[in-house]
């Protein structure tokens, strides 16, 4: 089956990192993604990895990819109040190439 | 700039009662996709269209229709609105149907059954 866990909430301090964790159950999903609902607003794809990756940087964005334990991380370095928003995590099973399955998305909220 | 709109944002319906929503898109994208997404729920695919071939997701209630009359419109109609439908609806586009190809969503509707 295909199903994809994330926790519910996440406070973080500014300045700090956030590290947003994420398991998936279909071994064969070739991407993994990230995406960021901000209120008010659609999904936006923030970044994805390739499931022969291990790691994916991108500015203040770092990916890790556990492939044997099926376990995504996002951590976002030196988190701003502008990065509250709800996080949702991804896999695209390899058997199903346009369809995408969420997670239920983890509320990032930053403490001054 | 290039984007994909959906109307209205707000939406409110009486139990029963038929009700679109609309989404629209200036991307030029093949494929266009619905998806119901309830409170604290991940979004949950209810169908797309690559193109005008309809593609329905095996779990997708009878009571969800969806109409695309050219590229740029698709439309989703919901027959008989019961309370557990009261949901955010996303559309979403994408160039093709491969993994590679990225989603861009729309703001959503969020629909309230009175």
């Known amino acids: 089956g295909e199903d994809v866990e994330q926790s519910l909430f996440l406070s973080v301090r500014e300045g700090d990192s956030s590290v947003i964790n994420c398991t998936y159950t279909d071994s064969s999903s070739t991407y993994l993604y990230w995406y960021k609902q901000e209120p008010g607003a659609g999904l936006q794809l923030l970044t994805y990895?390739?499931?022969?990756?291990d790691m994916k940087q991108d500015q203040r964005l770092t990916v890790l990819l556990n492939k044997k334990d099926k376990h995504l991380s996002l951590r976002i370095a030196d988190t701003q109040t502008g990065d509250s928003a709800i996080y949702f995590c991804?896999?695209?099973?390899?058997?199903?190439?346009?369809?995408?399955?969420f997670g239920s998305g983890t509320r990032l909220s930053i403490r001054p | 700039d290039a984007m994909v709109i959906q109307n209205p944002r707000y939406q409110v319906t009486q139990f029963g009662k038929p009700v679109t929503l609309s989404c629209s898109q200036t991307l030029n994208h093949n494929v266009m996709y619905w998806y119901q997404q309830k409170s604290s729920q991940a979004p949950k695919l209810l169908f797309h269209y690559y193109d005008k071939d309809f593609n329905n997701e095996a779990d997708t209630p009878d009571n969800f229709q969806s109409r695309r009359p050219n590229t740029s419109f698709c439309f989703l109609d919901i027959r008989s609105p019961g309370l557990g439908d009261a949901a955010m609806y996303l559309c979403?586009?994408?160039?093709?149907?491969?993994?590679?190809?990225?989603?861009?969503f729309g703001p959503g509707t969020r629909l309230t059954v009175l």
């Open positions: 991804a896999e695209n099973p390899y058997s199903s190439a346009s369809k995408i399955i």
């Open positions: 979403a586009t994408s160039q093709g149907r491969n993994a590679e190809n990225e989603q861009f």
């Open positions: 990895i390739f499931s022969n990756m």
